[in-house]
């Protein structure tokens, strides 16, 4: 046998490595660049005036409880209104619905300056408008979230992502630190003042976007039925579950460090106010520095690795935070769980943006953010009760050990779809698409496909239409049922159950790459020359 030529079996290209600039690709985009740029300050604004709101109700009560009530005042809008506003910037022109956010912002702003100029700021007071500049930051994250994927190229939106969170981590290093030097100089209302001028400032930015809002030729949705087929998609995504999995273990568990941070900066020796701060900017800076290296780590490992390896690291940091004695050893344990935290949170991220299509990726997202804040509310109430019983040390180890312990476990059993499906809106019609005309009668419209297979194959059969199912109830379908003749064991019936003629039209719309693709599977099953017969009904009322 002659020797085999390597010119006949060619070595393939290594692929080339990303260089750490790579992670700042997306910033040579100016409309993207703009934009973030708006995003770094809004996220200073929020920043400085959650220190002011804190500050500034020491001052008007020693109660610890209402000390305690503004961290609630400020995050429990973003937990309560999560799907009505990711609902709302699907439906709306999210160009708009982003600058009416911003002035929502500066108009809290500037009725807190006018309550402090006026003397008439009360802790009750502070506590509502608190809870208002919340609504304004619950509003505004599903919007944002949805429009970055608009801005780059899909190759790039790990590094956009990535980017974001250099702007929100390092909004919480100057976020603090302007505020506690304007408190410090000035007083808290000129943090106010300025947080009002940079969110008047921002919103003026966003007008100069240009965006072409194109408006659903079927009309705006209703937003209860909106809000309907947002969770139906994503309890129906075997992918988003995974990622809603994975993402509240993670800051369930991860909480505990930052809940405790206060009493921890406390014990450290020379420990106090500055050393807290400290604290918060190396973790920090460790979520900026691990951003230019995760291009390169996307590469070598996979999603699940990443958030595997990255809950360690986290877990680890938290053990020694738990017995730290000093800042020498605290700093860089909390510069490493910053770097953790950005790594898992990045490519859970990531992972969302790309299972939810363009319509119904704000309330996607909304319920991805809806997540983090439930399992870190929870998470925190949870460690501080076992702290109070035990004391911190016990506390941050059990959450570092279980926290790798049950990720591992929903790594194990909680299963993500391999490969990522293309959900780009499908460019290919459909061959039997509803009529032209609406019925003359309203109510719920019921479909029937009837689709005659080979016995044989009716295993297969049965595993395709499973997923049919998830797809038709995800694209907003209120019922599903496949239906068998006994009879005739060949003979199947697909029934569908949609709420109205508008949203069976909506469902069409709604159809992407990967649901067109599907339907070639259904359709091979099928046997004879003619298509499945599908019938339309009207529910009579």
Not at 50 to 67: H, K
Not at 172 to 178: A, E, M, N, S
Not at 467 to 490: C, F, K, M, V, Y
Request: charged letters at 15%; one cysteine or more.
């Amino acid at each position: 046998m002659p020797p085999i030529s390597t010119e006949e079996t060619p070595i393939p290209p290594a692929r080339p490595r990303p260089s750490r600039l790579a992670a700042l690709e997306p910033l040579k985009l100016p409309v993207f660049r703009m934009l973030w740029s708006t995003w770094l300050i809004a996220n200073i604004c929020m920043w400085m005036n959650d220190v002011a709101a804190a500050w500034m109700m020491t001052s008007l009560t020693t109660s610890p409880i209402w000390v305690a009530l503004v961290q609630s005042a400020s995050t429990l809008p973003v937990f309560l209104l999560g799907l009505p506003s990711g609902a709302l910037a699907d439906i709306l022109d999210r160009r708009r619905w982003l600058m009416a956010t911003q002035f929502w912002l500066a108009a809290t702003a500037v009725v807190l300056c006018a309550a402090i100029a006026l003397d008439l700021m009360t802790a009750p007071l502070l506590l509502a408008l608190t809870f208002a500049n919340g609504i304004g930051l619950a509003l505004r994250w599903p919007v944002f979230s949805a429009i970055v994927p608009e801005l780059v190229p899909r190759t790039q939106l790990p590094a956009a992502l990535g980017l974001n969170g250099i702007a929100m981590n390092a909004s919480r290093i100057v976020g603090p630190l302007t505020a506690g030097v304007l408190i410090a100089s000035a007083g808290s209302v000129w943090v106010f003042a300025l947080n009002a001028v940079l969110s008047v400032a921002s919103g003026f930015v966003v007008l100069r976007w240009r965006r072409e809002h194109k408006p659903n030729p079927l009309g705006r949705e209703r937003l209860i039925s909106a809000m309907r087929v947002g969770v139906q998609f994503v309890w129906q995504s075997q992918r988003m579950r995974a990622v809603l999995t994975r993402i509240t273990i993670f800051f369930f568990h991860s909480t505990a460090l930052l809940a405790l941070l206060p009493l921890l900066a406390r014990n450290l020796q020379d420990g106090g106010a500055g050393t807290f701060t400290l604290l918060l900017a190396a973790m920090g800076s460790g979520a900026i520095v691990a951003v230019l290296f995760l291009p390169r780590l996307r590469q070598a490992l996979g999603r699940d690795q990443l958030v595997l390896r990255g809950t360690a690291l986290q877990s680890a940091a938290t053990a020694v935070m738990a017995f730290a004695p000093n800042a020498w050893i605290a700093v860089p344990a909390m510069f490493f769980g910053g770097m953790a935290w950005i790594t898992v949170a990045n490519s859970l991220s990531v992972s969302a943006q790309l299972a939810l299509p363009d319509w119904v990726r704000a309330r996607g997202m909304s319920t991805y953010q809806m997540a983090i804040m439930g399992a870190s509310a929870i998470g925190a109430a949870l460690w501080g009760q076992v702290a109070t019983v035990t004391d911190l040390q016990v506390s941050l180890v059990i959450a570092a050990a279980t926290g790798t312990l049950v990720m591992l476990a929903a790594l194990r059993w909680v299963t993500d779809v391999s490969g990522e499906d293309d959900t780009s809106p499908a460019k290919a019609g459909w061959t039997s698409g509803p009529p032209a005309e609406a019925p003359q009668e309203d109510g719920r419209v019921v479909v029937t496909i009837e689709f005659i297979i080979e016995p044989a194959r009716a295993a297969a059969f049965h595993l395709v239409m499973q997923q049919t199912r998830r797809a038709r109830l995800s694209q907003g379908a209120i019922g599903w049922e496949l239906l068998h003749d006994i009879a005739e064991p060949g003979r199947y019936v697909e029934q569908i159950v949609d709420e109205s003629w508008t949203e069976h039209l909506r469902r069409f719309n709604r159809a992407t790459a990967a649901d067109m693709a599907l339907r070639e599977r259904r359709l091979a099953f099928h046997l004879g020359e003619s298509p499945p017969v599908v019938t339309r009904y009207i529910v009579r009322r």
